[in-house]
């Protein structure tokens, strides 16, 4: 059974992450000097929390930052209760940012960024016919946002 402080976070935790969410390339010892804790705590805090699969470290842009890129969130209702399934599947397919299991009218909610209207295109009427199971979509077009980042693909 898995222990239920397995991805709990202590302040020390959170005033570690705030700061790597402020900067990402701030060293650890910058970081302990400001917390007053050793840099080896800080790595060790770091290293944990990555373990655990509540941290991790990449590279986002902005999505509106670049001229013909397209975000959008499109809701999906499944044929079948096959959403572990069908959202393992949909995650791997290109321009795919993340996969929800959500309440609703909607089964899953997929947030998707390609850089163009033909990639989109192409992933709503091509790609996801391929995977099967999939009822009805409905495609939310980004116009603009606020703290929008993704990864690109």
């Not at 800080?42 to 944990?48: A, D, K, L, Q």
Request: net charge positive; hydrophobic share 40%; charged share 30%.
């Amino acid at each position: 059974m898995k222990d239920p402080l397995e991805h709990a976070m202590d302040d020390l935790d959170r005033r570690i992450v705030e700061m790597l969410q402020t900067d990402g390339r701030m060293p650890y010892r910058d970081i302990a000097r400001k917390l007053h804790v050793s840099d080896g705590t800080v790595r060790f805090r770091v290293g944990r929390l990555i373990r655990r699969n509540v941290l991790r470290f990449s590279a986002s842009i902005n999505p509106f930052g670049l001229e013909n890129g397209i975000t959008a969130l499109v809701g999906m209702q499944l044929e079948k209760r096959t959403h572990q399934e069908t959202m393992e599947k949909i995650s791997q397919m290109k321009g795919v940012v993340s996969v929800c299991n959500v309440t609703g009218r909607y089964d899953l909610l997929v947030e998707v960024f390609f850089q163009s209207r033909q990639d989109l295109r192409k992933f709503l009427v091509d790609d996801l016919s391929r995977i099967g199971g999939v009822n009805q979509t409905e495609t939310f077009v980004y116009l603009d946002a606020i703290r929008k980042w993704v990864e690109a693909c």
